[in-house]
Structure formats: C-alpha cells, structure tokens
C-alpha cells in the first residue's frame, strides 16, 4: 500500500532520459546503468511520477564539465576511443575501394589520425586512469554517459536556485569518485561537484551528505580547503576497502580545517546502530553549520546483499536518512552513487522518490513492470537484510566516533560567511536572479508536452523515442494537482 504524509505538498523535480540505461561498462563490471532504467520503470508504475515535475535530462555542454575538471583531460575525454574502435575505422577506411571514406565515420578518422601522430596516447592512458584498469573501462558512449549524468546534476541545482523546486533528484548521478584529471572507482566526470559548484554561485554554504559504502573521496578531495561547503559521508572503512581514504582525523586544511567530516564503519552495522549515528551527527551538524543546501549522494551499496559492500542496511533503513534530512525543511538534492546488486538499488530509489513526495510504498512489484523477472525470488519492494551477520562496531566505538565528531564541530565559526574571492560563473550565460524580469521559463527553454507523449518519452509506452536536449533540461510534465 501507498500511504501519504503531510509533507506531499514539496515541489519535486525528477530527471530522466532513457537512453541513460543502454549504456554499459562491460559483461562483467559490476556497475550496471541498467539499474537506474529499473529504478525508472518502478516510479513510473507506481505512478509516483504523476506527482513529478519531470524533465528530461539534456548532455553537459564541455565548457560546464571544465569548470571543475582539467580541460585537458574533459578533451581527451571527449575524443577518446579504444582500440577496438581506432582498429574497426582504420581497416574500414583503408579497404575501402573507393577511397572515400564514410560521413559518419569522417570525424572518428580525423580524431584517430590526430590521436595516432601523438606518441603519448598511452601514457595518457595511465595519467588519466581511463581504460587501464577493470575499475575504469572504455564503453561506447562513455562521454555522452558522463554528460548526462553531470547535466541533470547541473539541472537540479538550478531548479533549486530559481525556486522551481524545493527537492531536485538525479539517480543517474552521485559519481562521487572522479577526481579533477583522473578517473576512479567507476567513475569519470564528478556531477556532484559540478552541482555544487553551481549552488555556490548562489548560496553561502552547503552541506553534502554522502551514505554509499564507499568514502567520498573525489568531493572531499574538491573542497578540502573550504569553509562554504561541508562534505560528510558515512562509510565502510579498513582492511583495503576501496578508496582507502576517509578516516576520522581527516578533517580537511587551511580554512576548510573541520569542514570535511568522515563517519568510518567497520561491516555489518545494521539500521538501528547506523540510524542512531547519523541522527546524532548530521543533527549537530545542521545546526553548526546551518546549510542553504543539502545535496545527499545516495549510494545504494550500503544495503545489506550488495555485491561490493559489507553493510546491512534495509531499504527502509536507507530510506530514513532522507526523512530525517527532509525534516530540516532546506533545499535538498537527491543524486544516485554506488549499488551492485541492482534490483536492490532500484527498489532503494524508487521507494525514496516516494519518500520525497510524501508516499511511503509498500507494495508488491507491479507484475506489469518490464523488468518484473529481475525481481524473481522475491517480489516485494522491501526486502529482508541478510540474517546472522556479525555487527564489527562496537557501541562504545560508535560513541567514540560521536564525541569526536563533536569535538571537531566545537572548533568551527558558527554558520560561517567568508566568501570564495572568485564566485563561480554560472554554467546558464543568460542567468542573472538579481533580475526579476527574466524569464526563467524561457531561459531554461522548459517546455511541457502532453501527458501522452510524457508516457512516450519516459518509457511507458514501448516505442522507440531519440530526442536530443542540447542546452536546458527540458520539463516534459508537471506535477498533477
């Protein structure tokens, strides 16, 4: 059964395209676009998305990702092609008897020409962590996988900015360990700094809160030496766990002395312990800190059964940790992350979108959904934590994390108000919120459609949609009143 709140009444806004679940890493990579297809698929038959403002996710243009990331790298990014493609093009156009070479292969030969009278090709390979490694494959469409995912993040950071929404939600974003010129942990373009960037052209301070198993090392890494953004992410932490960063004394640097926080975990803890925790912490620091804005990067690895984590948490449990942000009554940004075990990772993001908007679901798998058989074995929404695993934190190690935690907090400017010497420009040339004649309608180029060929382009209906967004995530339905 679906049940409401009071709270039903918040503007959400949700972004999808499509095309973001055809993406794939690879046979064997455990990270599966796939899910964020299935998460869709839940919300649009539970019918939460009649609730949404919907928009369709448009690509990040490359000038918006150099913001944050090296131009050298973004371009090599964006030009980047394996060696089973460089070999496909080169044996096409060479036993090509007519020495004409094909208009849609053209550019992808004169990028391999360039690329192949560069001799450091491969050392940029290593310097970039793109293709060398299991962790970070190549994958056709990888740079437009990696604009899509930054645009909506960039999007839901606008519509936050311009009032069009109190809760803005990406699940295909949350790619928290992509650094500045280096690819890692799965990940290549960090929407989630894009994003903040963009609320910081506003906003004097924002919070992220980061619940993946996993540290949140690229978005620490960002705001190290900052006091305008707090980065806090409970993770599983020791014995070689990927990344191996966040350990509780690593608080940050200079001016930003503090304001990065790390909840380190040992495996098992389940929802009581976790819940206990991140209550007492993250309450203390809203109130330190006193945010304009929350983005939470909602990693669904730290449910129990997932194929990387060692965590047990429930979808419920999970679910909490946005209520409980809910309450605080701050703009809030909701962006995907981390999860293996992908019919969990779908249940965990639909049931929080319904969360957001007040509806809390708990109800059989729709038996139409058209990934019905990727739940078989067990078709609810909620499913059990596994049994009889050994919980490794203590409650008096918890409490130690807490008071230290605490400690730090004490050393902080209540609600500080330096700002950055250089505020970051926006990533919309035409925006400009000091400006009350501007239309921001137009300026987003937002439009909205039937809700017929709402159902098209989001994927109830079965028939093939290509549409292309190059500049504004356009609004393709509004919440029903």
């Avoid at 093009?89 to 004169?110: A, F, W």
């Avoid at 996988?145 to 295909?172: E, P, R, V």
């Avoid at 959904?369 to 919980?391: A, M, R």
Wanted: proline share 4%; hydrophobic share 35%; charged share 20%.
């Amino acid at each position: 059964m679906i049940q409401a709140d009071s709270d039903s009444s918040r503007r959400v806004a949700y972004f999808y395209n499509r095309l973001i679940g055809k993406f794939h890493y690879g046979k064997e990579h455990p990270m599966k676009p796939k899910r964020i297809a299935m998460a869709h698929s839940l919300i649009v038959n539970f019918g939460l998305y009649r609730s949404l403002d919907v928009y369709l996710i448009r690509e990040a243009q490359l000038e918006e990702l150099k913001k944050f990331h090296d131009p050298e790298y973004v371009t090599y990014l964006s030009q980047y092609m394996s060696d089973n493609k460089v070999n496909f093009v080169k044996e096409y156009c060479s036993t090509n008897n007519d020495g004409v070479i094909p208009e849609n292969l053209l550019e992808e030969y004169r990028l391999i020409t360039k690329w192949s009278q560069n001799k450091s090709t491969k050392n940029l390979n290593a310097e970039y962590k793109v293709g060398d490694s299991a962790d970070n494959p190549t994958f056709s469409g990888l740079f437009s996988y990696c604009q899509f995912s930054a645009g909506a993040s960039i999007d839901c950071a606008h519509t936050i900015l311009t009032g069009q929404a109190d809760i803005a939600i990406n699940w295909s974003g949350g790619l928290h360990h992509a650094k500045k010129k280096e690819a890692a942990g799965f990940c290549y373009i960090n929407d989630i700094v894009l994003c903040i960037l963009e609320l910081l052209r506003i906003y004097v301070r924002v919070l992220y809160v980061d619940i993946d198993c996993h540290h949140g090392d690229g978005v620490e890494e960002a705001f190290y030496l900052t006091n305008r953004v707090m980065t806090l992410s409970f993770h599983q932490y020791g014995d070689d766990f990927f990344p191996g960063t966040g350990q509780l004394n690593s608080v940050g640097l200079g001016v930003g002395r503090y304001y990065a926080v790390n909840v380190p975990l040992k495996p098992g803890i389940s929802d009581g312990p976790y819940l206990d925790l991140f209550k007492k912490v993250t309450s203390r620091v809203m109130e330190t800190f006193r945010p304009d804005c929350v983005v939470v990067q909602c990693g669904a690895d730290s449910l129990s059964l997932d194929r990387l984590g060692a965590l047990n948490l429930s979808i419920k449990g999970h679910g909490q940790c946005i209520t409980y942000m809910k309450q605080f009554g701050v703009p809030l940004i909701l962006l995907g992350g981390g999860g293996y075990t992908i019919q969990n990772v779908s249940r965990c993001w639909a049931y929080e979108t319904g969360l957001c908007l007040g509806q809390n679901i708990d109800e059989p798998i729709p038996t139409n959904d058209v990934y019905y058989k990727n739940y078989s074995g067990d078709f609810h929404l909620h499913f059990p934590i596994q049994e009889n695993v050994e919980n490794k934190n203590k409650a008096e190690d918890l409490n130690k994390i807490v008071s230290q935690v605490y400690d730090h907090l004490k050393n902080l400017e209540n609600a500080p108000g330096i700002h950055f010497h250089d505020v970051p420009y926006s990533f919309y040339p035409n925006m400009d919120l000091e400006n009350e004649d501007d239309n921001k309608i137009n300026m987003d180029q937002k439009q909205e459609i039937s809700l017929s060929e709402l159902e098209q382009e989001i994927g109830v209906s079965d028939e093939a949609n290509a549409i292309s967004v190059n500049s504004g995530s356009r609004k393709i339905h509004s919440k029903e009143v």
